[in-house]
């Protein structure tokens, strides 16, 4: 079965609008895992708009399933990564003037950063992933450069119009995917994902574990974290049903 990621950033989003005390990331946390999320995903960016330090160093306390870190490749995070320790680190492109995280890491211009951040990582016992387009160029400099994972952006697949543009930008994930196994890369994918659109891509036999917030954090302010993540849960499985 493919592992679900559950992105609770926008949780602290909320908090953060008021400078506020709740809603608490940490809790949220707790509730999706009894949701049935398999891990927690958190983005610590570097203007702190949403994740703060503290949570990091709490949820890592906290979580006892696998936390996964997206960061950028820069020091300071990069040094706070290697001492706190999440199971995982994923590599992101990051501009401060973005609402979200836009396209994938350009792994092949930033060789020399990314190459340093991996190896930094993985001295401090940390996997490793980096969140790249479905390109074949991106997944083979990112097998080169010794990630353990990619994680596909699966936003041009989500944000398409039309039936014909969903199934090109499905069918570039569905071959960046068979490549990156190919190469012994562990599959992963996210962004824009929601409950209408993640069974086609759950349907990709390689891709062996999703990251999603944004839409499972919007249905938990109607219906509750526990209730959001097992729908979506659910949703993942009917993809995952009609693998080959």
């Not at 249905?219 to 849960?233: I, P, Q, S, T």
Request: glycine fraction near 6%.
């Amino acid at each position: 079965m493919i592992r679900l990621g559950v992105n609770i950033d926008h949780v602290a989003t909320l908090r953060q609008a008021r400078r506020a005390s709740e809603p608490d990331p940490v809790a949220a946390a707790v509730l999706a895992t009894l949701g049935g999320a398999d891990g927690i995903t958190i983005h610590l960016r570097e203007d702190r708009r949403h994740i703060q330090d503290r949570d990091l160093r709490v949820l890592r306390q906290v979580v006892t399933s696998r936390l996964n870190l997206e960061m950028a490749a820069v020091d300071a995070v990069l040094t706070l990564a290697c001492q706190v320790r999440p199971d995982e680190a994923t590599l992101v492109p990051e501009r401060r003037e973005e609402l979200t995280t836009e396209g994938g890491l350009d792994v092949i211009r930033h060789e020399l950063a990314v190459r340093r951040a991996i190896d930094q990582l993985r001295n401090a016992g940390i996997e490793v992933s980096l969140f790249i387009d479905p390109d074949e160029a991106q997944v083979e400099a990112s097998a080169r450069f010794q990630a353990q994972a990619i994680e596909l952006q699966t936003a041009s697949y989500s944000e398409a119009r039309g039936e014909a543009a969903r199934a090109v930008e499905l069918d570039k994930l569905a071959r960046a995917a068979r490549q990156a196994a190919a190469l012994g890369l562990h599959v992963h994918v996210g962004h824009g994902l929601n409950y209408h659109n993640v069974q086609a891509v759950a349907a990709i036999a390689e891709v062996e574990e999703m990251n999603i917030g944004h839409s499972i954090v919007s249905r938990a302010v109607l219906v509750g974290m526990e209730r959001a993540v097992r729908d979506m849960k659910e949703a993942i499985r009917e993809g995952y049903r009609l693998r080959d």
